[in-house]
């Protein structure tokens, strides 16, 4: 990485959930708030695995396009498997964002009452070990993501094992995102200015320049966490379960300078979610004169995911 623009959201240290887990709580809530991010080091995935995962993903994007599209399921939301340039475009966007993508979401047995709207992964022939490795990391995201939320929870003054319940089965997605090299005068953006749908975003591959976030003042901030850290940030789920008290930010990926954009750029996002069936009602204690309920009426974490997937292009 070349001239790294220094982060506006300092690191913390998961470490510090083990010795000190109050004081954690409380620097990870206050960054959320403040920002509606969070850099998370020492998250303890397995360099190895995580190493494995992105010369998987590499592999998996250098294929032919004739053959990632086999894997592509029309109507389907991009919920599994590949989904090709030019689908996705931020809401309100007048421009696609310039990525492809792979979706692995919940292996869910047989006869499951949530297979439904969690339909069975999509696995491809090649690269070798993909399954394994995606199957290995997706459980390990879901285990840092559940520790993370224990924190939240102690942050709101609820039991530290609040989200249990709410995320058992939820539709989580590990995202593998591919953003080519691109011209110098490519039209617009990696990935437009958009907010994420879920609860949190767990993502590891913020360390190539581009991921910036909208403060408060209108001005776009860098993120750029150090090598090997993971960004978290807060999704609309837990803005509108918060009340807003934790803000789920606006964020995009800019275009790299000139002499970066024959860089390729890949990023694994982890989308936690709630389960399909989950109501959410603003938390009482997110309440008070100061701060009425924006949202008096509750809504399924289902029927919000689909209502937002259709304002970005991947639902009709």
Same mark, same amino acid.
Request: glycine share 8%.
């Given at each position: 990485?070349?001239?790294?623009?220094?982060?506006? !959201?300092?690191?913390?240290?998961?470490?510090?959930?083990?010795q000190?887990?109050?004081?954690?709580?409380r620097?990870?809530?206050?960054?959320?708030?403040?920002?509606?991010?969070?850099?998370i080091?020492?998250?303890?995935?397995?360099?190895?695995?995580?190493?494995?995962?992105?010369?998987?993903?590499?592999?998996?994007?250098d294929?032919?396009?004739?053959?990632?599209?086999?894997?592509?399921?029309?109507?389907?939301?991009?919920?599994?498997?590949?989904?090709?340039?030019?689908?996705?475009?931020?809401?309100?966007?007048?421009?696609?964002d310039?990525?492809?993508?792979?979706?692995?979401g919940?292996?869910?047995?047989?006869?499951?009452p949530?297979?439904?709207?969690?339909?069975?992964?999509? %696995?491809?022939?090649?690269?070798?070990?993909? $399954?394994?490795?995606?199957?290995?990391?997706f459980?390990?995201? /879901?285990?840092?993501?559940?520790?993370?939320?224990?924190?939240?929870?102690?942050?709101?003054?609820?039991?530290? /094992? %609040?989200? !249990? /319940?709410?995320?058992?089965?939820?539709?989580? !997605?590990?995202?593998?995102?591919?953003?080519?090299?691109?011209?110098?005068?490519?039209?617009?953006?990696?990935?437009g200015?958009?907010?994420?749908i879920?609860?949190?975003?767990l993502?590891?591959?913020a360390?190539?320049?581009?991921l910036?976030?909208?403060?408060r003042?209108?001005? %776009?901030?860098?993120?750029?966490p150090?090598?090997?850290a993971?960004?978290?940030?807060?999704?609309?789920m837990?803005?509108r379960?918060?009340?807003?008290?934790?803000?789920?930010?606006?964020?995009?990926?800019?275009?790299?300078?000139?002499?970066?954009?024959?860089?390729?750029?890949y990023?694994?996002?982890?989308?936690?979610?709630? $389960?399909?069936?989950?109501?959410?009602?603003?938390?009482?204690?997110?309440?008070?004169?100061d701060?009425p309920?924006?949202?008096?009426?509750?809504?399924?974490?289902?029927e919000?995911?689909?209502?937002r997937?259709?304002?970005?292009?991947?639902?009709k």
């Open positions: 990485m070349l001239d790294s623009p220094v982060s506006a !959201v300092p690191p913390l240290s998961l470490l510090k959930d083990e000190d887990p109050d004081g954690f709580a620097e990870f809530g206050a960054s959320f708030e403040r920002f509606g991010f969070a850099v080091a020492d998250h303890g995935i397995d360099q190895a695995l995580i190493d494995r995962a992105w010369a998987l993903t590499g592999a998996f994007f294929q032919s396009l004739d053959y990632k599209k086999q894997f592509h399921v029309p109507g389907q939301g991009g919920a599994r498997g590949y989904t090709p340039f030019g689908l996705e475009i931020a809401k309100d966007a007048s421009e696609h310039l990525k492809e993508f792979w979706h692995v919940r292996d869910l047995p047989a006869g499951h949530y297979r439904a709207t969690m339909p069975d992964n999509l %696995w491809p022939d090649r690269p070798e070990g993909f $399954r394994e490795t995606f199957t290995a990391l459980a390990e995201f /879901d285990r840092v993501g559940a520790r993370l939320l224990s924190a939240i929870a102690r942050h709101l003054g609820l039991a530290a /094992d %609040w989200f !249990v /319940d709410p995320v058992e089965n939820g539709n989580s !997605v590990l995202r593998l995102l591919h953003y080519p090299p691109i011209s110098a005068h490519a039209p617009g953006v990696r990935a200015a958009h907010e994420d879920n609860l949190i975003t993502l590891l591959g360390e190539e320049a581009g910036e976030l909208l403060d003042d209108g001005r %776009w901030l860098p993120i750029a150090p090598q090997g993971m960004v978290v940030n807060v999704g609309d837990l803005q379960l918060t009340n807003h008290v934790l803000p789920s930010t606006t964020h995009r990926v800019v275009n790299p300078p000139v002499e970066r954009r024959g860089v390729p750029r990023s694994m996002p982890f989308f936690l979610h709630l $389960r399909p069936d989950f109501e959410i009602r603003t938390l009482p204690g997110c309440v008070s004169a701060r309920d924006r949202y008096p009426q509750s809504i399924t974490a289902d919000y995911l689909f209502q997937l259709r304002e970005i292009g991947l639902l």
